[in-house]
């Protein structure tokens, strides 16, 4: 089957800290991988997305690659700041059938001043 | 655009009420979908709709049901909420490209007591 594990939290950071998140996959076809944020009281947004192997999605600071020899896609991020705290959630997506989203069990990081 | 909308924010019920959960969209999305986040469990997926009266079982659909008269709406229905219900529920839509983003409504706080 297809499923997402997520290093365990919660994880917390002095601001400016570096920041590995890291998550590995199983899946029985070939994914689509993603980053999704989840900020206080709000719902999920995505943060960065990569589609096929070797590719590396980025925003906000924000990195990840997508490491099919390893079944990998860690979050990476230089410096950390105060506004970075949130849930940070890795999931995957199969293209054929549903293509429904399979979530990590989610990373709840805090970054103190 | 509003994006995906849910109402209510949030609702309490007793065991053996029921209710409906409301989720709309106005980005023309097909395919749109029911989720529940619980703690430690990421989010797990309840009910999908591939577009107007298409709708299939994900996850963990026992207990709930849908419809999907229009591309705009996709309610969830508990019909006998139990406390094993009590979650926060999210609702998502994205068109049918397979690696497209997902976009979430805010979340609905369910409590059965």
């Known amino acids: 089957g297809n499923s997402v594990t997520q290093m365990e939290g919660p994880v917390t950071l002095s601001e400016e800290a570096f920041l590995t998140i890291n998550c590995t996959y199983t899946?029985?076809?070939?994914?689509?991988l993603f980053w999704y944020v989840q900020y206080p009281g709000e719902g999920l947004q995505l943060l960065l997305k990569?589609?096929?192997?070797?590719d590396k999605g980025s925003n906000k600071g924000f990195e990840a690659t997508y490491r099919k020899e390893t079944t990998s896609f860690h979050l990476e991020k230089g410096s950390v700041q105060v506004s970075d705290s949130a849930v940070y959630f890795c999931a995957l997506t199969i293209l054929q059938g549903a293509q429904k989203l399979v979530f990590g069990q989610g990373t709840r990081l805090t970054i103190n001043p | 655009n509003a994006g995906v909308t849910q109402t209510p924010k949030f609702q309490v019920l007793k065991t053996g009420q029921s209710m409906t959960l409301q989720c709309a969209q106005d980005m023309n999305h097909e395919y749109m979908s029911w989720y529940r986040q619980d703690p430690g469990m990421g989010l797990r997926l309840i009910h999908y709709s591939v577009g107007a009266g298409i709708t299939d079982q994900g996850e963990v659909p026992n207990g709930y049901n849908v419809s999907r008269s229009t591309t705009e709406d996709f309610p969830l229905r508990l019909l006998s909420a139990a406390p094993s219900q009590t979650s926060v529920y999210f609702c998502a839509s994205k068109t049918s490209g397979g690696t497209d983003t997902q976009y979430f409504g805010p979340g609905t706080r369910l409590t059965v007591l």
């Open positions: 990569a589609t096929k192997a070797d």
């Open positions: 899946a029985t076809g070939y994914p689509s």
